[in-house]
């Protein structure tokens, strides 16, 4: 079976099954994010263009302004990485979307920052002419256009990697960019919080480690979806 072949019959049953609003797959980034985008393709949920996804949202939570996220979310089944896969976006969607499906992807956190430092080092990074995370200060991504318009990167960063409080001063250390102890603590501290976030709804939170999977059995039973569904998990690595 070919995998139009294997969408078509999951929409005999997904759509009938349906019995929640909408599924945000909220691990953070290089935790199998895009793994988990396929699965659910695959099984008939729609999903937006990450791309389209980051532009019309991204910006606008940053600034407070939560009618882009609902508006545009209407439009689809199911949604992943960035807003979703950083900060607090999960608690803000779960407001504007009751009755939701979550799906925290997790993996081993020194095996995490490896893959994230690889994938930017090979990626926006390398666009930038860096190399070497030695060479990085706030001048290597101010006022410049890496990804998707000028000054993305610098905000994401910024919001949700260096800033903190400092008595009741907020400061940015750019050093902090890719630190590895810096950078786990977020990641394991965030992930503890959404699993006390939900501890009183466990039936609208998943956590997995895709990487430990070999099927995706899991993602089913969580749906409420049939047995007969089940596929090998695909273990995507783009990072390599």
């Known amino acids: 079976m070919n995998i139009e072949e294997y969408r078509n019959m999951a929409l005999l049953e997904t759509m009938p099954r349906k019995d929640f609003n909408k599924i945000f797959c909220i691990g953070y980034n290089k935790t199998g994010t895009t793994t988990l985008e396929l699965v659910l393709r695959a099984l008939g949920y729609r999903l937006p263009d990450q791309r389209e996804q980051e532009m019309r949202i991204v910006k606008q939570l940053y600034l407070g302004n939560f009618q882009p996220l609902r508006e545009f979310c209407?439009?689809?089944d199911a949604f992943q990485d960035m807003p979703f896969s950083q900060g607090v976006a999960y608690a803000q969607a779960d407001c504007l979307f009751p009755g939701s499906?979550?799906?925290l992807t997790v993996r081993d956190p020194q095996e995490w920052f490896d893959s994230l430092v690889r994938f930017h080092l090979n990626g926006v990074l390398k666009r930038q002419g860096?190399?070497?995370l030695d060479q990085l200060d706030e001048s290597s991504?101010?006022?410049?256009?890496i990804y998707l318009y000028e000054n993305y990167f610098y905000d994401v960063l910024k919001y949700m990697v260096i800033?903190?409080?400092n008595g009741y001063e907020l400061e940015y250390d750019w050093n902090r960019a890719y630190d590895r102890d810096h950078r786990i603590g977020i990641y394991s501290e965030r992930n503890k919080e959404i699993i006390k976030y939900f501890q009183n709804r466990p039936?609208?939170?998943?956590v997995i480690d895709l990487?430990?999977?070999k099927d995706i059995s899991k993602i089913l039973k969580f749906l409420n979806l049939p047995e007969k569904l089940n596929m090998?998990?695909?273990h995507l690595n783009i990072s390599r």
């Open 74 to 76: 209407e439009q689809y």
């Open 101 to 103: 499906k979550f799906i």
């Open 130 to 132: 860096i190399t070497s």
């Open 141 to 145: 991504f101010k006022n410049k256009n």
């Open 163 to 165: 800033a903190d409080v």
């Open 203 to 206: 039936d609208s939170l998943l």
């Open 211 to 213: 990487t430990r999977e």
């Open 232 to 234: 090998q998990m695909p």
